[in-house]
Nanobody, 126 residues
């Protein structure tokens, strides 16, 4: 179900930074595992980063050292700080939440997400 809302996307040059935000108040707060995934035109959906309520995180190898996922429990906001962006990061980015645990080195959760958003576009030019 689409119950979350992403923002913060845009167009940047390679090497630049963006911070994505995801809000959804009660829906974001329901899940144990919150994540970001992305999908580029003509490509499969790809997990990017995931975080559990206890702070455990998981990142796909291609973003390790560049992206940081975090959550503000009080404000019920999920963030994705993206630094050193490269053209291959160009995609629609979605946030999602649901049950489950983070899966190491995949940027995903062990169970399908119950709630997600419409996405925010990130475009990185060389």
């Amino acid at each position: 179900q689409v119950q979350l809302r992403e923002s913060g996307g845009g167009s940047v040059q390679a090497g630049g930074s963006l911070r994505l935000s995801c809000v959804g108040s009660e829906y974001l707060d329901r899940g144990n595992c919150m994540r970001w995934f992305r999908q580029a035109p003509g490509k499969d959906r790809e997990g990017v980063a995931a975080v559990e309520r206890d702070g455990r995180t998981s990142y796909v190898d291609s973003v390790k050292g560049r992206f940081t996922i975090s959550r503000d429990g009080a404000k019920k906001i999920l963030y994705l700080q993206m630094n050193k962006l490269i053209p291959e990061d160009t995609a629609m980015y979605y946030c999602a939440t649901g049950a489950g645990r983070v899966v190491a080195d995949t940027g995903t959760c062990s169970l399908e997400s119950a709630y997600w958003g419409h996405g925010t576009q990130v475009t990185v030019s060389s």
